[in-house]
């Protein structure tokens, strides 16, 4: 059963992809590809805390 915090599948698939296409990258490319990543993730943050806030759980 996946508790959570492991990926499934599908996402181990994708994320295989991804580092494949990452060795590829040179490191200016490699760190521009990071930081949008990471925007990203914490656009994600904000969406789930702003539902969370706002649904009352």
């Known amino acids: 059963m996946n508790s ?5 599948l599908e996402q181990e698939f994708k994320l295989e992809i991804y580092r494949k296409k990452i060795q ?3 490191e200016g490319e490699s760190r521009k ?3 949008a990543t990471l925007k990203q993730m914490m656009i994600k943050d904000n969406v789930i805390k702003y539902f969370i806030k706002n649904t009352g759980l």
């Open 24 to 26: 590829k990258l040179s």
């Open 4 to 8: 959570g915090n492991e990926l499934t």
């Open 33 to 35: 590809y990071l930081i």
